[in-house]
């Protein structure tokens, strides 16, 4: 007679999470960051997903925005107020701004808001609330791409050179993403408190295009102030974009330094004053 054996399964491992009260302004778990990269990538799929869901045109926004901007900025700026261009064309010179300034506005509107518009995830579940607005901002990158083949196709129209600086891109569009998210984590934390955030930001955007230089070149500001016109980080970035793929003269010196400074404390800033709101997002929400 044989006897039955059975087999007795393992037992499952749990991953057991506690969530702890933070302990004052400097205890941010970053690393929280990594353990929820795969709900980074969903969330940033997403949001890329829903952006031109049941649109008539889809993508094709992506192409008509900059470029029905630039056809504006030429006529209104180029032709009719004939602002210099740095012996580049004019069209080629403000799409070339509006690469990474398209970017920016796009991320920081987005992100600015995603707290409140993802309020239902937020009450039911508990992750990292930094992986809400980084998706936001890191679901920019379509429309940049996008808008950067429109760029080159229109370079090559006009027979401008494509060299080796080219190959920096990477890092002023990493320049633009940290300014996204150093001014979205203070928004988007404020937003939360105060629904006002959502009503000043078409006009906080809108003022900060005409302090950047896109329709301009910074070159018509007064060497003095150039420094204090620095403190807006886009400026580096604008100008980095036109060095990289037009060969002008780059942000170098002072002027560069500021904006990384500017940078730097805006991100530690946001960082540090939205880890210390996050454990009232869901009360508040």
Known sequence: MTANTQTIPAPLELHETVIEPTQGWLSLELGDLWRYRELLFFLTWRDVKVRYKQTALGAAWAVLQPLLTMMLFSVVFGYFAGLPSEGIPYPVFTLTALLPWQLFAYALTQSSTSLVNDKNLITKIYFPRLVIPLSSVLSALLDFAIT?????????????????????????????????????????????????????????????????????????????????????????????????????????????????????????GGVMYFKHMEDSFADVV
Do not use: C, H, K
């Not at 229109?154 to 993403?177: C, D, E, H, Q, S």
């Open 148 to 268: 950067l083949l429109l760029l080159i196709a229109m370079m090559l129209i006009y027979r401008l050179p494509i060299t080796w600086r080219l190959l920096t891109l990477p890092l002023f569009v990493g320049f633009a993403l940290v300014t996204a998210i150093s001014v979205s984590l203070w928004l988007s934390a404020l937003n939360v408190q105060y629904r006002d955030v959502r009503y000043t930001l078409p006009f906080l955007t809108q003022f900060w295009m005409y302090a950047t230089p896109i329709a301009y070149s910074a070159t018509i500001v007064p060497e003095r102030f150039r420094w204090l016109y620095s403190l807006n980080p886009m400026t580096g970035v604008v100008e980095g974009f036109r060095w990289a793929l037009l060969g002008t003269d780059g942000p170098v010196g002072l002027p560069i330094l500021v904006s990384i400074l500017a940078v730097i404390v805006l991100l530690v």
